[in-house]
């Protein structure tokens, strides 16, 4: 797992926790997340369990969840994530290589408390921030 260093520890930018088991999608989003004003690395991942256990130490605003991980998957990692009670719970977004409507049953993808389903293949800087926006939205928050 990449940690953010001591020196960027402070609470300026929305700090993102990448969770892929696809390093090639790990440092593709991890270039979106440095090209995108106002969004900072937080950490990167790449199982649901190993997710849990960053999400706790970290602490991010936002976590890059991968539906499809090796482990738990990103929906019961984002369940048990938005569960933990420790800290402020961060804002999920779900990401697949699938459209949703290519799930048999999408309401788990709803049920997992992700605020948003992107696809990888339309993941970037604006996609990114648009997401961010709108789930934030009724909440105020902008770290």
């Known amino acids: 797992m990449l940690a ?15 969770v892929d088991d696809q390093a090639s999608f790990r440092r593709a989003a991890r270039n979106v997340v440095d090209l995108t004003p106002g969004f900072v690395l937080a950490g990167e991942v790449d199982t649901g369990e ?7 130490q970290q602490q991010p605003d936002l976590v890059l969840m991968d539906i499809h991980l090796p482990g738990i998957d990103g929906p019961e990692a984002s369940r048990r994530i938005l569960s933990d009670g420790a800290g402020k719970a961060p804002v999920i977004f779900l990401l697949s290589t699938y459209h949703p409507s290519e799930y048999a049953d999408e309401t788990y993808l709803i049920d997992c408390g992700a605020k948003a389903y992107l696809i990888k293949a339309e993941f970037g800087s604006e996609r990114l921030s648009t997401a961010w926006d709108a789930a934030t939205a009724d909440s105020g928050t902008r770290a």
């Open 4 to 18: 953010r260093s001591e020196m960027q520890r402070e609470r300026s930018g929305v700090h993102v926790l990448i």
């Open 50 to 56: 190993a997710a849990v256990d960053a999400a706790r």
